[in-house]
Protein backbone atom coordinates (compact mmCIF):
# COMPACT_ATOMS: atom_id res chain seq x y z
CA UNK A 1 0.00 0.00 0.00
CA UNK A 2 1.18 3.82 -0.51
CA UNK A 3 -1.16 4.81 2.24
CA UNK A 4 0.73 6.29 5.02
CA UNK A 5 0.04 4.89 8.42
CA UNK A 6 -1.54 6.71 11.32
CA UNK A 7 1.14 8.15 13.70
CA UNK A 8 -0.42 9.07 17.06
CA UNK A 9 1.92 10.57 18.84
CA UNK A 10 0.95 11.45 22.66
CA UNK A 11 2.23 14.15 24.76
CA UNK A 12 2.39 15.40 28.04
CA UNK A 13 3.05 19.00 28.90
CA UNK A 14 4.73 18.00 32.20
CA UNK A 15 7.37 16.53 30.52
CA UNK A 16 8.31 19.51 28.29
CA UNK A 17 8.12 21.67 31.13
CA UNK A 18 11.62 19.87 32.49
CA UNK A 19 13.48 21.83 29.79
CA UNK A 20 15.01 25.23 30.14
CA UNK A 21 15.89 25.98 26.59
CA UNK A 22 14.57 28.76 24.73
CA UNK A 23 13.32 25.80 21.78
CA UNK A 24 11.43 24.06 24.66
CA UNK A 25 9.68 27.42 25.53
CA UNK A 26 9.02 28.72 22.52
CA UNK A 27 7.30 25.17 21.53
CA UNK A 28 5.01 25.75 24.54
CA UNK A 29 3.89 28.90 23.60
CA UNK A 30 2.79 27.82 20.36
CA UNK A 31 1.17 24.54 22.05
CA UNK A 32 -0.89 27.31 24.03
CA UNK A 33 -1.52 29.55 21.43
CA UNK A 34 -2.64 26.10 19.64
CA UNK A 35 -5.09 25.20 22.34
CA UNK A 36 -6.77 28.57 23.37
CA UNK A 37 -7.71 28.50 19.16
CA UNK A 38 -8.98 24.77 19.76
CA UNK A 39 -12.91 23.81 19.65
CA UNK A 40 -13.76 20.34 20.78
CA UNK A 41 -15.69 18.20 18.12
CA UNK A 42 -19.07 17.54 18.47
CA UNK A 43 -20.57 13.77 18.67
CA UNK A 44 -21.08 13.76 14.97
CA UNK A 45 -17.18 14.12 14.39
CA UNK A 46 -17.74 17.60 12.88
CA UNK A 47 -16.97 21.29 13.96
CA UNK A 48 -19.19 24.11 13.10
CA UNK A 49 -16.35 26.89 12.31
CA UNK A 50 -12.93 25.43 13.14
CA UNK A 51 -10.16 26.01 11.23
CA UNK A 52 -7.16 23.72 10.90
CA UNK A 53 -4.48 24.56 13.00
CA UNK A 54 -0.62 24.62 12.31
CA UNK A 55 2.27 25.11 14.59
CA UNK A 56 5.78 25.27 13.28
CA UNK A 57 7.64 22.28 12.82
CA UNK A 58 10.09 22.70 16.09
CA UNK A 59 12.94 20.75 13.79
CA UNK A 60 13.85 19.09 10.96
CA UNK A 61 14.33 15.62 10.93
CA UNK A 62 18.19 16.17 9.08
CA UNK A 63 18.99 18.05 12.48
CA UNK A 64 19.51 14.30 13.90
CA UNK A 65 21.63 12.66 11.52
CA UNK A 66 24.01 13.17 13.65
CA UNK A 67 25.24 13.28 17.36
CA UNK A 68 28.87 15.27 16.88
CA UNK A 69 27.14 18.51 16.61
CA UNK A 70 25.15 18.06 20.43
CA UNK A 71 28.33 16.63 22.14
CA UNK A 72 29.45 19.82 23.54
CA UNK A 73 25.95 21.63 23.92
CA UNK A 74 24.94 22.23 27.64
CA UNK A 75 22.01 19.76 28.28
CA UNK A 76 18.44 21.62 27.73
CA UNK A 77 17.34 19.83 31.05
CA UNK A 78 18.97 17.53 33.99
CA UNK A 79 20.22 14.23 32.84
CA UNK A 80 18.33 10.88 34.07
CA UNK A 81 20.20 9.47 36.56
CA UNK A 82 20.31 6.10 34.64
CA UNK A 83 22.04 7.98 32.16
CA UNK A 84 25.09 9.66 34.18
CA UNK A 85 28.32 7.52 33.65
CA UNK A 86 30.13 6.16 37.05
CA UNK A 87 33.43 7.08 36.14
CA UNK A 88 33.25 10.41 34.07
CA UNK A 89 30.15 11.71 36.12
CA UNK A 90 28.74 12.85 32.41
CA UNK A 91 26.17 11.67 29.99
CA UNK A 92 27.97 9.84 26.88
CA UNK A 93 28.62 11.98 24.06
CA UNK A 94 26.80 9.82 22.04
CA UNK A 95 23.61 9.96 23.92
CA UNK A 96 23.23 13.67 24.70
CA UNK A 97 21.47 14.12 21.22
CA UNK A 98 18.67 12.74 22.65
CA UNK A 99 18.40 15.44 25.34
CA UNK A 100 17.48 18.18 22.45
CA UNK A 101 15.44 16.52 20.24
CA UNK A 102 13.25 15.15 23.22
CA UNK A 103 12.79 18.68 24.09
CA UNK A 104 9.70 18.95 21.48
CA UNK A 105 7.36 17.11 19.58
CA UNK A 106 7.67 14.75 17.65
CA UNK A 107 7.89 16.14 14.52
CA UNK A 108 7.06 13.06 12.04
CA UNK A 109 3.39 11.75 13.24
CA UNK A 110 -0.05 12.66 11.68
CA UNK A 111 -2.30 12.82 14.76
CA UNK A 112 -0.83 14.90 17.94
CA UNK A 113 -2.77 14.38 21.47
CA UNK A 114 -1.60 16.52 24.02
CA UNK A 115 -2.42 15.92 27.90
CA UNK A 116 -1.22 17.80 30.70
CA UNK A 117 0.60 15.17 32.77
CA UNK A 118 1.92 11.85 31.94
CA UNK A 119 -0.47 9.76 34.21
CA UNK A 120 -3.60 11.12 32.32
CA UNK A 121 -4.96 8.48 30.50
CA UNK A 122 -6.29 8.60 26.35
CA UNK A 123 -8.39 6.16 25.38
CA UNK A 124 -6.20 5.12 21.93
CA UNK A 125 -7.98 1.38 21.72
CA UNK A 126 -11.01 3.31 21.47
CA UNK A 127 -9.92 4.40 17.44
CA UNK A 128 -9.06 0.63 16.59
CA UNK A 129 -6.53 -2.08 17.22
CA UNK A 130 -3.11 -0.44 18.32
CA UNK A 131 0.61 -1.71 18.11
CA UNK A 132 3.95 -0.64 19.15
CA UNK A 133 7.27 -0.60 16.97
CA UNK A 134 10.44 -0.42 18.95
CA UNK A 135 13.59 0.56 17.12
CA UNK A 136 17.04 0.86 19.15
CA UNK A 137 16.37 2.35 22.93
CA UNK A 138 18.10 2.59 26.02
CA UNK A 139 17.67 2.36 29.91
CA UNK A 140 14.11 3.86 29.56
CA UNK A 141 12.61 1.96 26.70
CA UNK A 142 13.73 -1.56 28.26
CA UNK A 143 11.13 -1.09 30.99
CA UNK A 144 8.38 0.00 28.17
CA UNK A 145 9.59 -2.42 26.19
CA UNK A 146 9.35 -5.17 28.67
CA UNK A 147 5.93 -4.25 30.04
CA UNK A 148 4.55 -4.88 26.81
CA UNK A 149 5.64 -8.21 25.74
CA UNK A 150 4.94 -9.43 29.30
CA UNK A 151 1.72 -7.83 28.71
CA UNK A 152 1.24 -9.41 25.26
CA UNK A 153 1.01 -6.42 22.93
CA UNK A 154 0.98 -6.25 19.67
CA UNK A 155 4.85 -4.99 18.62
CA UNK A 156 7.26 -4.95 16.01
CA UNK A 157 11.08 -4.59 17.42
CA UNK A 158 13.11 -3.35 14.69
CA UNK A 159 15.84 -5.85 14.71
CA UNK A 160 19.32 -4.81 13.87
CA UNK A 161 18.64 -1.35 14.97
CA UNK A 162 20.83 -1.72 18.34
CA UNK A 163 19.91 -1.09 22.15
CA UNK A 164 17.20 -2.76 23.88
CA UNK A 165 15.84 -3.55 20.60
CA UNK A 166 18.75 -5.23 19.43
CA UNK A 167 19.24 -7.40 22.30
CA UNK A 168 15.22 -8.48 22.00
CA UNK A 169 15.27 -9.19 18.66
CA UNK A 170 18.18 -11.21 19.05
CA UNK A 171 16.67 -13.18 21.96
CA UNK A 172 13.61 -13.68 19.93
CA UNK A 173 15.25 -14.66 16.99
CA UNK A 174 17.50 -17.43 19.00
CA UNK A 175 14.12 -18.48 20.56
CA UNK A 176 12.70 -19.25 17.23
CA UNK A 177 15.51 -21.23 16.39
CA UNK A 178 15.40 -23.27 19.38
CA UNK A 179 11.65 -23.79 18.80
CA UNK A 180 12.57 -25.11 15.41
CA UNK A 181 15.11 -27.17 15.97
CA UNK A 182 12.92 -29.28 18.83
CA UNK A 183 10.42 -29.53 16.22
CA UNK A 184 12.55 -31.36 13.98
CA UNK A 185 13.90 -33.46 16.39
CA UNK A 186 10.09 -35.05 17.36
Known amino acids: TNQRPAIVVIESMKRFRQFTSEKTASHLRDLTELAAKSKP ?8 DSEVQIIPLPY ?30 DVAPK ?14 GTHYVFLENDTEAFP ?6 TGYVHAHGGTLSYQRLRSRISQ ?5 ILHQTG ?24
Open 152 to 156: GRPLV
Open 41 to 48: ITSDGMDS
Open 95 to 108: RKWMYHYSQTTFAS
Open 163 to 186: GVSQAFGSLHESIGQLSIKAMKST
Open 60 to 89: SPDDFVDSKPYQDVPLPCRPFKEHIRADTK
Open 124 to 129: LDAFGP
